[in-house]
C-alpha cells in the first residue's frame, strides 16, 4: 500500500457534528462546564508562560475552550481563538497522581480537532458532497487522541463506512479499525508521572523552517543515537537541519517533520518544534517523540 505522508489515535469521545461546522463546535461544553478548578488554573499557568513567546503572542487576550477528549481518557483539548478565528491549542492530560500534565501544544489557525479543517478536507476529498449534506444529515464522528503522533477524527458515513482522518489536516489514513486498534494497542503512555508541575519556559529556541524532503536521510543514514540526542538542542542552537521520521500502520504511514526549535520547562521537560502549514507549530514532548519515531542530521 502506497506510503502516506501526514502529521500525526485511542482516546475518544462521539460529536455529531451538524453544519455550519464552527458552530457545532461552539456547542460542545464550555470549560466552566467540563473543567475543574484546578485544571484552568494549570491552564492559566501555561497560557501565561507561552503568551510571552512571540509565536504565541496571540493567546493573549484570546479566549479559550476546555472540551474532554473522552469518557475515562482523562485528557481535554484546550482551544485558543482571537476574534472568533483559532490561534492554537493545548492537549491536558490528568496524572496517575491526580495533578495535570502538558501534553503537546501549538500556535496556528489550524489547531487540533478543527470542525472547519475538517469539513473542508471532507469536500476537497469527495467524501461529502457539501454543506447540504451535512445539513441534512449530521456527521457522526469521534474524536480519537493516544499519543502525539497518533491522533485522528474517526468518522463513521452514512453508508456505514468507518474512515480515519488526520486530526490537523482531515485527510483520509490509509487504515482501518483493526489497524487503528493494533497500532493503539498499547496501554496510554504516562510520560509525565511523577514529574514537578511545569510553570515556566526557561530556553526557547526558534529557527527558520525547512523543506524536510529536500534531503531524505531517513533512506540512507542511520538515526540519530540516544547518546547524540543528548544533544538535539545544541543542534538546533546551531541552526542544524534536524528531520523526524516516524513510520506507523505497518509501514502505511510515514510522517516527516522538520525540527525548527524547542521549548525547555523549569521541570527539565524538552518540547520540540515543529513548523508546517498545517496545524502551524507544534510543539511536542521529546519522549513521545522517541518512542514512536527517529531523528535524522
Known amino acids: 500500500m502506497k506510503k502516506w505522508t501526514a502529521i500525526l489515535a485511542a482516546l475518544s469521545v462521539m460529536l455529531i457534528v451538524s453544519a455550519p461546522m464552527r458552530a457545532a463546535a461552539a456547542s460542545v461544553p464550555d470549560a466552566a462546564q467540563t473543567a475543574d478548578a484546578p485544571l484552568q488554573q494549570h491552564v492559566r499557568t501555561w497560557t501565561d508562560a507561552l503568551s510571552k513567546q512571540p509565536a504565541f503572542s496571540a493567546w493573549n487576550g484570546a479566549s479559550r475552550s476546555i472540551s474532554p477528549l473522552g469518557p475515562g481518557t482523562h485528557g481535554w483539548l484546550v482551544t485558543f481563538a482571537h476574534d472568533g478565528k483559532p490561534v492554537g491549542y493545548m492537549i491536558v492530560n490528568a496524572t496517575p497522581e491526580g495533578g495535570y500534565q502538558l501534553g503537546e501544544y501549538g500556535a496556528g489557525r489550524h489547531p487540533a480537532f478543527d470542525p472547519d479543517t475538517m469539513y473542508n478536507a471532507l469536500i476537497r476529498q469527495g467524501l461529502i458532497g457539501g454543506y447540504d449534506e451535512i445539513a441534512k444529515k449530521p456527521l457522526r464522528l469521534e474524536r480519537l487522541y493516544f499519543s502525539p503522533m497518533l491522533a485522528a477524527w474517526k468518522w463513521t458515513a452514512a453508508s456505514g463506512e468507518t474512515y480515519y482522518l488526520d486530526a490537523w489536516t482531515g485527510e483520509a489514513l490509509p487504515i482501518d479499525e483493526q489497524a487503528w486498534l493494533e497500532q493503539t494497542k498499547r496501554p496510554v503512555p504516562a510520560d509525565f508521572a511523577g514529574t514537578p508541575e511545569i510553570s515556566k519556559l526557561t530556553a526557547a529556541k526558534t529557527n527558520r523552517t525547512f523543506d524536510p524532503f529536500e534531503r531524505l536521510p531517513w533512506l540512507t543514514n542511520a538515526p540519530l543515537s ?66 514512536e519515531g527517529h531523528f535524522y542530521k
Open 226 to 291: 540516544a547518546e547524540q540526542l543528548k544533544g538535539l538542542t545544541g543542534m538546533l542552537d546551531k541552526l542544524a537541519q534536524v528531520r523526524y521520521t516516524a513510520e506507523l500502520f505497518r509501514s502505511t504511514v510515514l510522517y516527516v517533520l522538520p525540527a525548527v526549535g524547542y521549548h525547555d520547562w523549569n521541570d527539565g521537560r524538552l518540547y520540540v518544534a515543529f513548523e508546517q502549514s498545517f496545524p502551524g507549530t507544534r510543539y511536542i514532548p521529546f519522549e513521545a517523540l522517541s518512542r
